[in-house]
């Protein structure tokens, strides 16, 4: 089966750092797009970062420049670095991997992890 493991969540004060962890298993991590996405209370589900099998790194412009995601497919985990946190970065946090192969897409989600960011 495959699993998507978060972790890393918590409750930090405006301007503090988290760093996020996924850890996937039952995939070929290499092959696979990896995300970060978050959903607030009342809203959609937002993608926060890539990191693309290609290398490419795109971020939500809300987070570019205090965030950065990273991969180490030795490890089959994503990361996501968190830094100068806001409150409206408040979140449950989704690690996605994706991979489109042949006719067949493969999207795996896991079970999230809460971010507060509140003084």
């Known amino acids: 089966q495959v699993q998507l493991v978060e972790s890393g969540g918590g409750l930090v004060q405006p301007g503090g750092s988290l760093r996020l962890s996924c850890t996937a298993n039952?995939?070929?991590?290499?092959?696979?797009?990896m995300g970060w996405y978050r959903q607030a209370p009342g809203k959609q589900r937002e993608l926060v970062a890539r990191f693309t099998t290609t290398g490419s790194t795109p971020y939500a412009d809300s987070v570019k420049g205090r965030f950065t995601i990273s991969r180490d497919n030795a490890k089959n985990t994503l990361y996501l670095q968190m830094d100068s946190l806001k409150p409206e970065d408040t979140a449950v946090y989704y690690c996605?991997?994706?991979?489109?192969?042949?006719?067949?897409?493969?999207?795996?989600w896991g079970q999230g992890t809460q971010v507060t960011v509140s003084s």
């Open positions: 039952g995939i070929i991590f290499s092959i696979y797009t």
């Open positions: 996605n991997a994706y991979k489109h192969i042949g006719i067949r897409d493969y999207d795996y």
